[in-house]
């Protein structure tokens, strides 16, 4: 599979094209075509000593727009404040069958603490913001909101987390069930439809709230 990470120069986009690239050809996007390749030998870097000839993909870099229309799935790996710039560019150009992946959170932090933006704003979570730029809401599947970038980055450390995966379409949503599954020792749980990805979404402010009070490292979520 073509796996496009669009903000893939960020520390998520980093995690999970160096986990999917042991089997997938992972494109990192940026808005900046020198930065996509600069990051995509640096990572390539890690991966060839971390897998060696288990590797059967490999990570390459291009700019956002440029790349989207070679892609089977696209992460979206950007901030929730510039979904719909990016949707809006990339909604009428992507392959007819392309799987979106929405891991975004919208979160702030606040005196509080960091806080869930749609609660706090009455606004829309990032799943049902992207479907409101995207044409097809069937291909859009959110997921990946609760696990660290630095989880993902430690290739030799077995992952014991869940994450949660909304999506409309059964058949479309399995499929990103199958490249969670991919992640050693990550287990995708469904959460049901698109419409119900504000629940995962809102587990991260959360979870960095429980970490930063009580000094837990890069948390993550298990359901017993
Ligand atoms: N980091 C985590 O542990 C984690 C965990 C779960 C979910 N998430 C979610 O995953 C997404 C990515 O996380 P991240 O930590 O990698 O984010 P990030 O580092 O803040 O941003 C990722 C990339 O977005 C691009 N970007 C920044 N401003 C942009 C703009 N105005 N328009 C288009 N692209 C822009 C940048 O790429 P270029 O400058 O190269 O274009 C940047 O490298 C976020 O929505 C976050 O909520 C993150």
């Known amino acids: 599979m073509k796996i496009g990470i669009i903000g893939g120069t960020g520390g998520m986009g980093e995690g999970l094209a160096m986990r ?15 930065r996509a390749i600069n990051s995509s030998i640096s990572f390539s870097k890690v991966v060839a000593e ?6 059967k993909g490999d990570i390459s870099g ?41 891991p975004i959170v919208p979160m702030k932090k606040s005196n509080d603490g960091f806080e869930y933006i749609p609660m706090k704003e009455n606004t829309k979570s990032a799943a ?14 959110s997921a990946l909101h609760t696990i660290s970038e630095v989880k993902l980055k430690h290739l030799d450390e077995i992952i014991d987390c869940d ?3 909304c999506g409309d379409d059964v058949n479309t ?22 419409s ?14 429980a970490s930063k009070l009580n000094k837990i490292k890069h948390p993550g979520l298990k359901i017993v």
């Open 128 to 141: 049902e913001r992207v479907a409101s730029k995207i044409q097809h809401r069937s291909r859009i599947v």
């Open 196 to 209: 119900m990805s504000y629940q995962a979404e809102m587990m991260t402010p959360m979870l960095l709230n």
């Open 62 to 102: 291009n700019e956002n727009i440029a790349m989207v229309k070679d892609c089977d799935l696209l992460v979206l790996s950007i901030p929730y404040d510039y979904i719909d710039d990016i949707c809006g560019k990339i909604s009428s150009i992507v392959k007819e069958n392309c799987i979106i992946v929405s």
């Open 50 to 55: 971390a897998y060696g000839s288990a590797m």
């Open 20 to 34: 999917w690239c042991l089997n997938h050809n992972v494109v990192i996007g940026s808005r900046d075509t020198e």
């Open 173 to 194: 949503t399995n499929i990103v069930i199958k490249l969670i599954e991919e992640i050693n020792g990550l287990r995708p749980l469904y959460l049901g439809s698109l």
């Open 163 to 165: 994450v949660f995966v």
